[in-house]
């Protein structure tokens, strides 16, 4: 079945550091990629897409490049700021998987100023 | 902006009562899910619904029951709460776009926080 698998945190960085968080998923199908992020005390919001291969998702200087040769969709970031700190869910759906959306266990990132 | 709103966001309860969490979405979303966040587990799909009067299970149905009579809501129900249920809770939903819904995003409420004693 569909699985997603993502680096275990917490990662800590200082401000302006470079980010990357890897994940790698396995897909019967040709799914569709996403990063979540979820700030204290709140749900998830979407932070990214890419729907198919070699696509890049980006949004607030966040990147991630849908890779079908390696099942990959790393996050990064090149320079992160205090308010980056969140967790950061890595995330997948298609058509094989009954349109279920499977989620990574969350990375935590801190960044300390 | 889409909303998704939860009813509690701090709920405690006793083990073998009957406990209710409402989802109301007001963006005539098709699809809604509800799932749980455990540490070190991330999210998984308790149910999930594809449209009014329809729902579907998801890998960890046990002990829970849903329903969605109208299509900006839908409710978790645990027939009779035990401590192993105590946990965040997470209802989402998501727009269909033609056959392809599965590229579309989820939409999150912000979480209802279940303590059962």
């Known amino acids: 079945g569909n699985s997603v698998t993502q680096m275990e945190g917490p990662v800590t960085l200082s401000e302006e550091a470079f980010l990357t968080i890897n994940c790698t998923y396995t897909?019967?199908?040709?799914?569709?990629l996403f990063w979540y992020v979820q700030y204290p005390g709140e749900g998830l919001q979407l932070l990214l897409k890419a729907t198919k291969a070699d696509d890049k998702g980006s949004n607030k200087g966040f990147e991630a490049t849908y890779r079908k040769e390696t099942t990959s969709f790393h996050l990064e970031k090149g320079s992160v700021q205090v308010s980056d700190s969140a967790v950061y869910f890595c995330?997948?759906?298609?058509?094989?998987?009954?349109?279920?959306?499977?989620f990574g266990a969350g990375t935590r990132l801190f960044v300390k100023a | 902006d889409v909303k998704v709103t939860q009813s509690s966001r701090y709920l405690v309860k006793r083990t073998g009562e009957k406990v209710f969490l409402e989802c109301v979405q007001d963006?005539?979303?098709?699809?809604m899910f509800w799932y749980r966040q455990d540490p070190g587990l991330g999210l998984r799909l308790i149910y999930f619904s594809y449209d009014v009067k329809m729902k579907e299970k998801g890998d960890i149905p046990e002990g829970y029951s849903v329903s969605r009579e109208k299509k900006e809501r839908f409710s978790l129900i645990l027939e009779s709460a035990s401590t192993n249920q105590t946990s965040m809770y997470l209802c989402?939903?998501?727009?269909?776009?033609?056959?392809?819904?599965?590229?579309?995003?989820?939409?999150f409420g912000n979480g209802t926080r279940l303590t059962v004693t």
């Open positions: 963006m005539d979303h098709e699809n």
């Open positions: 995330a997948l759906s298609d058509q094989g998987g009954g349109f279920k959306t499977i």
């Open positions: 897909a019967t199908g040709y799914p569709s």
């Open positions: 989402a939903s998501r727009r269909v776009v033609g056959l392809s819904s599965y590229n579309s995003p989820l939409h």
